[in-house]
């Protein structure tokens, strides 16, 4: 079966430090991968999205940055992060036409 | 204009209501609608799909009106454990979520 993996599950980082958060899929190959924020109280924001290796899509500019360096691995970075990069990251693969499958989600808090 | 807007609520119901939540969306060329529920602090699940002809799964019952480009969720006898945010979820290219309506269903 298809599994999605996410961590750290809670972080908590100063101004200006580096961020990197990884997501890892299992029971499938060349999924669509995407990474969302969620800031307090308000809906989901779509940061970043890859059809496969290599292939990065920015919804908005911002603080960050996505790779995929594997077919099932998708990783969201920051060189320096702000206060406003706080919030609830989540990681998605497309499971087609039946919608997306979330991970468990990291919980940022930068201080 | 937001791509999928919904009331946030919160709809504060006693167990046993019934309650039904609304959803717009600007894209008409929107290709597929789903609910998701998000407990707090949990990722978000799909619930249920949305069809054209309006679909049930046990309490809930959704709804989609492509012409007016609203979508609907209804659900019948609250439990305690429906307490959730409700995400209405319009998919494009790729999903876009409303900022969800948040339900609480008290003894």
């Known amino acids: 079966s298809q599994t999605i993996h996410q961590w750290p599950a809670t972080l908590v980082q100063p101004v200006g430090s580096p961020l990197s958060l990884e997501c890892t899929v299992e029971?499938?190959?060349?999924?669509?991968l995407y990474w969302y924020r969620q800031a307090a109280g308000r809906g989901l924001q779509l940061l970043f999205y890859?059809?496969?290796?290599?292939?990065i899509s920015s919804e908005v500019p911002q603080n960050l940055s996505a790779s995929r360096p594997q077919d099932r691995q998708f990783i969201l970075s920051s060189k320096k992060l702000l206060l406003s990069d706080s919030g609830f990251y989540l990681c998605?693969?497309?499971?087609?036409?039946?919608?997306?499958?979330f991970g468990s989600g990291t919980r940022l808090t930068v201080v | 204009r937001k791509e999928v807007e919904q009331d946030p609520g919160p709809f504060n119901v006693p167990e046993g209501a019934t309650v039904a939540f609304n959803c717009t969306y600007s894209?008409?060329?929107?290709?597929?609608f789903f609910w998701y529920r998000q407990d707090c602090r949990k990722e978000p699940k799909l619930l249920m799909s949305?069809?054209?002809s309006g679909n049930e799964d046990g309490r809930f019952t959704a709804q989609l009106n492509r012409a007016s480009q609203y979508i609907s969720l209804l659900i019948r006898d609250s439990k305690l454990s429906d307490s959730a945010t409700y995400l209405c979820?319009?998919?494009?290219?790729?999903?876009?979520f409303g900022a969800g309506t948040r339900l609480t269903v008290k003894p």
């Open positions: 979820v319009v998919r494009e290219n790729d999903m876009r």
């Open positions: 890859s059809v496969g290796i290599g292939q």
């Open positions: 998605a693969w497309s499971t087609g036409f039946y919608g997306y499958t």
């Open positions: 949305v069809y054209s």
């Open positions: 894209n008409s060329a929107s290709q597929s």
């Open positions: 029971g499938t190959s060349n999924p669509n």
